[in-house]
């Protein structure tokens, strides 16, 4: 089972969870700490997924969405396409993470390779929330 490494944005607590991938995006995530589900992803990008869905179901069809997880290339033309049209300073880690999913690499793999990305991204993506 997949290990998602999460941040409270309420209390700043980071914390990791265990979901499957049938449960993920499906389950609401709570902090451990103080039981507020005000919670992102540390990857940073699926937060963007989520934190605008409804700019990107003008986007795209919703349905797109599902199964995103197991599908890097997929996901990566989607964040591509919403980098794009947000505007969003997303910065040279956006980047490096799309063209790492485009050739395929999944999503946890490259926060392991990558692992100031999460910490960039919190950084610099406050003011999105
Ligand atoms: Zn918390």
Do not use: W
Request: proline share 5%.
């Amino acid at each position: 089972m997949p290990t998602y490494d999460y941040r409270c944005c309420n209390c700043q607590e980071r914390f990791e969870i265990f979901i499957s991938y049938e449960d993920y995006g499906k389950k609401d995530v709570a902090c451990p700490a103080c039981h507020s589900e005000n919670v992102q992803r540390r990857i940073g990008k699926i937060r963007l997924a989520k934190s605008e869905d409804r700019r990107i179901e003008d986007m795209v069809d919703p349905s797109q969405l599902d199964g995103l997880e197991d599908d890097p290339k997929a996901l990566g033309r989607l964040m591509r396409k919403m980098g794009a049209e947000l505007g969003e300073d997303a910065g040279p880690e956006f980047d490096e993470v799309v063209s790492r999913l485009e050739k395929g690499q999944s999503p946890e793999d490259i926060e392991r390779e990558l692992p100031d990305i999460g910490e960039g991204v919190n950084n610099t993506g406050d003011g999105m929330d």
